[in-house]
């Protein structure tokens, strides 16, 4: 099994960058599909992003559109989230993680199996 481990979280001006990493050691990084994943304050826990094993495949929720960028590096069980043109409602825990490439229930958080411990994101107005 795989273990996520988020960094480069922080604060951020309103239309600003940041770049997530995430490190998922302990298993073969190529077999699990990776998803970024949100909690803002006083909400549930939301989708951002999923990439299939072998990065062909993306999706990301529609609030994220044509911002953000998910892609991996499986030489390095690596993921990355590129998060440009942030808004402040982009405030929140950035989760990632492992399992599978499959919306279960119609839920992609249904389908992974192995979660981080999170990385603050601050978008200031």
């Known amino acids: 099994q795989v273990q996520p481990v988020e960094s480069g979280g922080g604060l951020v001006q309103a239309g600003g960058s940041l770049r997530l990493s995430c490190v998922a050691s302990?298993?073969?990084?190529?077999?699990?599909?990776m998803g970024w994943f949100r909690q803002a304050p006083g909400k549930e826990r939301e989708f951002a992003a999923v990439i299939s094993r072998y990065g062909g495949t993306k999706y990301y929720t529609d609030s994220v559109k044509g911002r953000f960028t998910i892609s991996r590096d499986n030489a390095k069980n690596m993921v990355y989230l590129q998060m440009n043109s942030l808004k402040p409602e982009d405030t929140a825990v950035y989760y990632c993680a492992a399992g599978r490439f499959n919306p279960m229930g119609g839920s992609w958080s249904n389908g992974m199996d192995y979660w981080g411990k999170g990385t603050l994101v601050t978008v200031s107005s």
């Open positions: 302990g298993g073969t990084f190529s077999s699990y599909a």
